[in-house]
Structures are given as structure tokens and as C-alpha cells.
């Protein structure tokens, strides 16, 4: 008899040929250990296996055309790079050269946040009341952090001041600061940081207290990532409504997608005191890299107070606006309006719908923060009564729920602990099939220490929004307000504590990166 290798298999000769061996069992999963984005899963060995083939996917019901790891050699395998806000779903095969056993039981997991998993990150230059999280914004291996208290380099008072991050700057997902922004012309009071987005190479920054309109009028910044050299984001432009004027507030919210940005100037007057707008740019408009002003957003229904441009979000061709006070059901409850590019003519940016919520009442502030990724919407509540007093809630709306380009109601979220004075939907967040949600005044076990909760399209079933978890810092202060801006993008979220003390100050804020 002699030992043959056959593609890596092992079979055994006689002299009268190759002899097949039996199909093996079937192995079973035993168990599986999870720590720091890692899964190792073992299982029983099978007496007459030579490799064993390992499927897995993240929406369950494994079968061999999924995702596979095959060859291994061994019954265990250490799966790494694993998302935190999904579930892994694995089965094995045993092989030989007979062929390949049929699937092992079905196991699943989803990852836990560890303290290994949890990092945080303060300013490289942390000083007593910057507010370093005031505003957060994330895409791909980049991060945007406003602080818009910061006093400026050199003196100054509330100038404020961002802070880009990248995922391997000082080592492999180490998340390391790389450039600290500030405005041309940086001003007391501007509160440049307020809000900021972040979109590939571009990055925009709200300073809605700046004066070079008038009085309070506001400005927003444009950085480039290699602008003045690489990696250098220097200031590419500066953004000002075409109708500035005092107390405006341009700026107060920022979003960017591709070659457009969108300006929330919530207490602009044009359709009633404080009725507020929105204004777009693109990059090349008026000349290239110019950034000028193509539309100015407003409702189709505004009247005093109703504070539009609270907050903005964009997605290609779309854009969704907050108006915390808009009226709906009720005087107060809040709107939301998408806008299209397209709707009424080539780049019109003309309103295609107004977004209420299903159970609106006054002052629950649907609207102060929105969220946009392709065909969905989510909408947050902060002031939601919710059974009790400001638990709040989130909504999601799909651009076909109920009807081709309906963007209809498809669920309202809401925290699975909820409690008085959480306001759950201060922040929201959006990419493919997962939501962020802020709760800035969840108490925890002491006093508005905030918390945040990951939801997944298809948790407890197709387009059920279920959560998936709920984050929390892991050294809680009292009065932090963790979850007053949340970002997703791929396998990473990001959320602030704006008002936590960081190491040993007053109001410093951190961020935490999961």
C-alpha cells in the first residue's frame, strides 16, 4: 500500500487502484469565544476528515455558497475583523477524497464590546471647557471631531477648532489624530465646530456664531484633504449664504456628500421669523474648486419659529432637513422635508415631501437631528414623551414604504431601558442597514452619563429595525452627555461625550471609537 497526495488530500492505493474513503460525518460546533473584534470557533474533530471547509455569513441560515474559509487543517478557527453591530452566523464541513459532509449544527454570535474594543480619544491639545464632541462625523478611515469652545491657538475665546483622525494614523486601527483645523479667519466667538461632515477627501466645518455677514450671520469651511500638500487638509473655502444676515446662525448644521455640500441657517427669516433655510453648494460652481452657492432650501409651508436647517443630511441626489418646530399633527410637533435635485427641473433642489411623525404631539423636536442614506431616512424625537417625560424616539422612513417615492413611516425606534429625561434621538446616525441613536440624558447609574443604540435593518426580521445593542462609555461620569453626536460608517461608530472631564479637566469631552 502506498500514501498518495491528490490536490491535498490524502487517499490510500492497493495495487489494484485508489480506494475512496466514506464520506466523513458531519463535525459539531462546540463553541465559540469573543474578544477584542475576534471570534475563535472550535468544533469535534472527525476521525477520517483531512481538511474541514468553514461557511459563514451575517444573515443567517449558512449554506456552501457563502462566505467560506477552506483547507483548514485543524477543528478550530480565529475569525478577526469582526463589526460589532453584526451577527456572524458559521457552520463546517469535514472533507476527504470522498467528498464533502454535510453541514455541522448552526452557531451564531454577536460580537460584545470589551474594554479591548473601546477606545477613546481626547484632543491632542485638551483644555477646561473645549467641548472636544460637540459634533462628530465619520466616513470610511476618516473622522471629524468639532470642539467649538476651543479658545484658538494663541489666545482667543470660543474661536473653536476640528480635529481630523485616521483609523491606522500611529498604528493599525489606532485612530490617531492627524491635523487640527481652524478658520482663515478665526474670530472670538465663532464656534467654528459646531457642526462638521466629512465626505472621502472633503470636510466641512459650521461656525454659525461668525460676524462677516453681520452680526452672528455664521460661515461654513471647506478642507481638502490634500490641499497645500498631502494629507495636509488645508482650507479650500469659505461658505456664506447669498443673503446673509445677523442671527442666522449658517452653520449651526453641515452636511457633504461627493461635490455638494448643504448649510443649515436655522433662524433666517425669509419665510417668518426664524422660519430658517438651507443652502447648497457645489464644488465648481462659478469656477473650479469655488464651492458656490446653486439653491437655497426653504419649506413650503414656513411660518415663525419653526427653526429649519436645525439639522441637515445628504445622500447623492437627496437632501433631508430638520424643523424642530414645524408644525404637523399638532402646533410644534417638528417636520422633515427631502428635497431632490432634480424635483421640479435640472438641478431645481425642489421639496418632494414633508416628514411628520405617525403620532406627532407638540415640543417633541422631531426634526433636530436627521440622517440620510440612500432610500432611507431616519428622523429624531428628542422630546418625545414616550410614556413618561422626554424619553424620546427615532423614525426611520423608506423612500418606497407605501408606494413608489412615498417615503413613508416604516418604524419608530425606541431605546429597549427607556427612562424619563433620556432624550433618545438627540443624535442620530445612518449607513446601509444600520441606525446610531444618542440618548445624551441617560442617566446610567448616576447622572446623565448618555448612552447610545446600534439597530439592524433586519434584527427579529425583514425591515424590523431591531436593536442590536446598547453602547455606554466604559469610565461613565456623571453629566458627560455621551451620545450628543453619534457617526457610522462600515464596522466603526463613533460617539461623544462632549461634557466629559477628560483626564483630570472640566468639560474637556471625549470621543469613543467602537
Not at 431645481?348 to 414633508?354: A, F, L, S
Request: charged share 20%.
Amino acid at each position: 500500500m502506498a500514501v498518495v497526495v491528490l490536490a491535498g488530500i490524502l487517499t490510500m492505493t492497493t495495487c489494484g487502484g485508489v480506494e475512496t474513503p466514506d464520506v466523513p460525518s458531519a463535525p459539531t460546533i462546540e463553541e465559540i469565544y469573543l474578544e477584542n473584534r475576534e471570534l475563535a470557533i472550535t468544533w469535534s474533530a472527525v476521525n477520517n476528515a483531512v481538511v474541514y471547509n468553514l461557511y459563514w455569513n451575517t444573515t443567517g441560515g449558512v449554506d456552501t455558497s457563502d462566505n467560506n474559509i477552506s483547507g483548514l487543517l485543524v477543528p478550530y478557527y480565529v475569525h478577526t475583523g469582526l463589526s460589532l453591530f453584526k451577527t456572524y452566523s458559521y457552520a463546517v464541513t469535514a472533507v476527504n477524497a470522498g467528498g464533502e459532509s454535510g453541514l455541522s449544527n448552526e452557531v451564531s454570535a454577536l460580537p460584545a464590546v470589551a474594554p479591548g474594543e473601546l477606545y477613546k480619544r481626547l484632543a491632542s491639545d485638551p483644555e477646561d471647557d473645549d467641548r472636544f464632541g460637540r459634533s462628530v462625523a465619520l466616513d470610511g478611515d476618516h473622522a471629524i471631531v468639532g470642539a467649538n469652545l476651543e479658545d484658538g491657538d494663541g489666545g482667543g475665546s470660543d474661536r473653536g477648532a476640528a480635529y481630523i483622525l485616521d483609523r491606522d494614523e500611529g498604528g493599525t486601527d489606532n485612530w490617531g489624530e492627524v491635523k487640527k483645523l481652524t478658520a482663515s479667519d478665526a474670530a472670538d466667538g465663532d464656534q467654528f465646530g459646531t457642526s462638521v461632515s466629512i465626505s472621502g477627501g472633503s470636510a466641512v466645518v459650521g461656525a454659525p456664531y461668525e460676524d462677516g455677514g453681520g452680526t452672528d450671520s455664521g460661515a461654513a469651511y471647506i478642507f481638502y484633504r490634500d490641499q497645500g500638500g498631502d494629507d495636509n487638509w488645508g482650507q479650500e473655502a469659505t461658505l456664506a449664504a447669498s443673503d446673509a444676515e445677523s442671527e442666522d446662525i449658517f452653520g449651526w448644521s453641515v452636511a457633504i456628500s461627493g461635490n455638494y455640500a448643504v448649510v443649515g441657517a436655522p433662524y433666517e427669516d425669509s419665510g417668518g421669523i426664524d422660519s430658517g433655510a438651507a443652502y447648497i453648494f457645489f464644488r465648481n460652481e462659478g469656477g473650479e474648486n469655488n464651492w458656490g452657492q446653486v439653491a437655497k432650501l426653504t419649506a413650503s409651508d414656513a411660518v415663525d419659529g419653526d427653526h429649519f436647517g436645525i439639522s441637515v443630511a445628504i445622500s447623492g441626489d437627496f437632501v433631508v432637513v430638520g424643523a424642530n418646530f414645524g408644525d404637523g399633527s399638532e402646533v410644534d410637533c417638528g417636520a422633515a422635508y427631502i428635497f431632490n435635485r432634480n424635483q421640479g427641473g435640472n438641478d431645481i433642489w425642489g421639496q418632494v415631501t414633508k416628514l411628520t411623525a405617525s403620532d406627532g404631539q407638540s415640543v417633541d423636536m422631531f426634526g433636530y437631528s436627521v440622517a440620510l442614506d440612500g432610500d432611507f431616512v431616519v428622523v429624531g424625537a428628542a422630546s418625545k414623551l414616550g410614556g413618561g417625560i422626554f424619553r424620546g424616539a427615532a423614525y426611520v422612513y423608506g423612500r418606497n414604504e407605501g408606494g413608489d417615492d412615498n417615503w413613508g413611516e416604516a418604524v419608530k425606534l425606541t431605546a429597549s431601558d427607556p427612562e424619563d429625561f433620556d432624550y433618545f434621538g438627540y443624535s442620530v446616525a445612518l449607513d446601509g442597514n444600520y441606525v446610531v441613536v444618542g440618548a445624551t440624558g441617560k442617566w446610567g447609574d448616576g447622572f446623565y452619563r448618555g448612552a447610545a443604540y446600534i439597530y439592524d435593518r433586519n434584527r427579529g426580521g425583514t425591515d424590523n429595525w431591531g436593536e442590536v445593542m446598547k453602547l455606554t462609555a466604559s469610565d461613565p461620569e456623571d453629566d458627560a452627555y455621551f451620545g450628543n453626536s453619534v457617526a457610522i460608517s462600515g464596522n466603526y461608530a463613533v460617539v461623544s461625550a462632549e461634557r466629559e472631564d477628560g483626564d483630570g479637566g472640566t468639560d474637556r469631552g471625549v470621543i469613543y471609537i467602537f
